[in-house]
């Protein structure tokens, strides 16, 4: 437990550092949507593209790892939406608090995370778990969140949405570009490879950075209070509820003759063990749910990650 505690202290201690930084105000809340921009459109793409075009091509479309995770996200958003929804909490909020519910933060922090304990072949499946997310587990919150007296043509109009934002996302292109690459056996210029590098071995330090800031000005900027009991339970299903759901899935799939390898079901139970993508506050933002209630899980689900996913780690590894 020791030696896992190791490796994963420096990328929480990074996220705490953008957290503490954001709420003294070292860091000017005006110049957090840039460090956003960084590793949304620079670094990150760059670390997936690296990944992707060094991966297997038989590794990113693995169905058996697409198939096992999408069925146990589908599963979270039902029951979270099932348990939660009720005359306080909408269809918009429980919605949400589903999608922070299902989606890990996998590519701010599990890629890299996962790739310093269990090395360069767990970004395979890792990077097939960010297009399910991404696809099909934030578009289907998306629409379930204009289900308020939207009606069906509310319902259209979110798939429209989630689509156009799927398209201008870098993340799906960096990987679809890496996959071709690694398809094709491509090769870039020796400068163009190092340019590329070196935004890459950026987007770690920076985003874990950036998560931090992110929950702090979610914090400062809510003024509501919310109440434990609609924020905690989530937090703690998101840490302990996932991760065993993967794994039981997962098993129950090898036992049947589902081609998944054990090492790729090691790999889908850690990323679901991690704490909630912090990009979903901005989505709830955009879509008016109630961004305390969806900060506050982030908050809590990331704090707590550090021994959880510490222990998911030593027990699996």
Not at 150 to 157: E, I, K, Y
Not at 199 to 227: C, K, W, Y
Not at 300 to 310: E, H, W
Request: proline share 7%; with cysteine.
């Amino acid at each position: 437990m020791l030696s896992v505690l190791l490796i994963t202290f420096p990328f929480f201690a990074l996220v705490l550092c953008g957290y503490l930084a954001a709420r003294r105000g070292v860091l000017p809340q005006p110049a957090i949507p840039g460090l956003n921009a960084f590793v949304l459109y620079f670094a990150l793409p760059c670390m997936l593209y690296r990944f992707g075009a060094s991966t297997p091509i038989a590794q990113l479309l693995d169905p058996a790892v697409a198939g096992v995770y999408l069925l146990c996200a589908l599963a979270m958003v039902g029951g979270t939406v099932a348990l939660t929804r009720s005359a306080h909490i909408g269809w918009n909020d429980a919605a949400f608090g589903a999608l922070v519910a299902a989606f890990p933060n996998t590519g701010f922090m599990g890629v890299p995370l996962l790739v310093a304990l269990l090395g360069a072949q767990s970004a395979g499946p890792a990077i097939v778990t960010i297009v399910v997310d991404m696809v099909i587990t934030s578009s289907l919150c998306i629409a379930l969140s204009r289900l308020d007296g939207a009606g069906t043509h509310g319902v259209g109009v979110a798939l429209r949405n989630a689509f156009r934002g799927m398209a201008t996302n870098p993340m799906p292109w960096s990987i679809a570009l890496g996959a071709l690459a690694s398809a094709l056996q491509l090769h870039l210029p020796g400068p163009v490879d190092k340019t590329i590098a070196m935004l890459a071995d950026a987007a770690s330090p920076v985003a874990l950075f950036t998560i931090g800031a992110v929950l702090a000005r979610s914090q400062m900027n809510q003024h509501e209070q919310v109440p434990a009991r609609l924020y905690v339970p989530v937090a703690l299903a998101k840490l302990l509820v996932h991760p065993l759901l993967v794994w039981a899935a997962g098993t129950a799939a090898i036992a049947l003759g589902v081609p998944l390898a054990p090492f790729a079901l090691t790999v889908m139970v850690l990323l679901a063990a991690l704490p909630s993508a912090s990009n979903v506050s901005l989505l709830a933002e955009k879509f008016g749910a109630n961004n305390g209630r969806v900060a506050r899980i982030i908050l809590v689900s990331t704090a707590l990650a550090f021994l959880s996913f510490s222990a998911a780690v030593a027990l699996l590894t």
